[in-house]
């Protein structure tokens, strides 16, 4: 709280009665699956799996709770909800209890000294209210040097946005965001959101057990996906339903496209963001590479047949002088007399004449019919 000169003072409160905090944006996911709330084992559970307390652990049996690194809690119901902290608590909590190591299988922690565990009995906290650490919380976690994933940064900036009434432009501007993440992972949110109420996609359906959101905030920005899924403007990035009623059966191809689909069993056609969400991009602003799509054509295809013949054969003929030129130019020091890549070269000459002479007559043919018609 603050003091007399304006600066926050820390207290040292007992760690047995600190609570770790279900509404933590890392356990979003896990709260959103149950959807009446997760127990205080369940998140110790989690956060032990997922999120690298071992780390946290370590360093604290062998230095001891740093004091200047408190807890912020918030009184709710009469309990102190750890708001910020929840790993450290965590990591005390192994320490000091042997059965709870082994019920995790966190057996490779070491053991403490009388001395540290004297002195994690009571653990620094700072009492506030939970709206009054955001732009704190999320300097450190959205954009600073302990980031959430994509998704526990997209919830965390939707509550402040959604609950606590503050502009995106004022969030950003807080943690210090420049480059338009603040207002990118909340419209991906909102959008994915907005297709599981409408009932189009179901992220619980997606084809691997990692969500990757960047595939779909990144995606959005593309002006074909955009056209695609009729999100349009600056006004977008704030709106709780970004996605146009009338377009939001395709954004749910979209997802499927992103994320794959286990009911309808179809794995997502983007395997990598690079370069598998460019060409996503590029077969839909094709009304023939998407009808390949429609029809479960693998990307590559629905690719090349969005470009159609004629950018096919140009890149193919720039791709082939590109490669002809590398090897020309590692010619003296790679090539040592072998008969079979004499043959290769032989071919490819044969290959390049013959092309050669069949472009110059589409080159005399279509020049003739311009002169007669």
Not at 153 to 177: E, H, M, S
Request: hydrophobic share 35%.
């Amino acid at each position: 709280m603050p003091g007399n000169n304006g600066t926050v003072e820390a207290r040292l409160e007992p760690q047995a009665e600190l609570q770790f905090d279900e509404r933590n944006p890392r356990l979003l996911e896990q709260l959103r699956k149950n959807g009446t709330g997760i127990s205080q084992e369940d998140i110790i559970r989690i956060l032990w799996r997922e999120f690298a307390v071992d780390e946290v652990a370590m360093s604290i049996a062998a230095n001891g709770y740093f004091q200047h690194e408190p807890l912020f809690v918030t009184r709710d119901d009469d309990h102190l909800v750890v708001v910020e902290g929840n790993r450290r608590l965590a990591a005390v909590r192994l320490l000091l209890n042997s059965n709870l190591r082994r019920q995790l299988g966190a057996t490779d922690l070491p053991r403490i000294t009388e001395r540290v565990r004297r002195g994690l009995q009571e653990i620094p906290v700072i009492e506030c209210q939970r709206n009054a650490v955001w732009e704190y919380i999320g300097f450190k976690h959205v954009n600073g040097p302990q980031a959430w994933q994509p998704v526990a940064k997209a919830g965390y900036i939707a509550w402040v946005r959604n609950t606590l009434k503050v502009p995106l432009d004022r969030i950003a501007k807080q943690i210090g965001d420049q480059h338009s993440t603040v207002r990118r992972l909340y419209r991906g949110l909102m959008a994915l959101e907005q297709a599981e109420v409408a009932g189009v996609y179901d992220r619980e359906e997606r084809w691997r057990a990692r969500f990757a959101l960047s595939h779909l905030y990144t995606g959005l920005d593309y002006p074909s996906i955009q056209k695609f899924t009729g999100i349009s403007g600056e006004a977008s990035y704030s709106k709780r339903r970004p996605i146009p009623k009338r377009k939001i059966k395709e954004f749910g191809e979209l997802c499927i496209w992103l994320y794959g689909s286990k009911t309808k069993e179809q794995p997502p056609i983007v395997q990598r963001q690079n370069p598998d969400l460019r060409n996503l991009a590029e077969v839909l602003g094709s009304r023939d590479g998407l009808a390949a799509l429609r029809k479960g054509l693998p990307l590559q295809i629905s690719l090349d047949i969005s470009k159609g013949d004629e950018q096919l054969f140009r890149e193919a003929l720039v791709a082939a002088k590109q490669s002809l030129q590398d090897a020309r130019g590692r010619l003296i020091t790679g090539y040592e007399g072998e008969p079979d890549l004499l043959d290769t070269a032989e071919d490819i000459r044969e290959l390049a004449v013959d092309t050669h002479k069949a472009m110059i007559k589409v080159h005399d043919s279509r020049r003739k019919k311009r002169r007669t018609g």
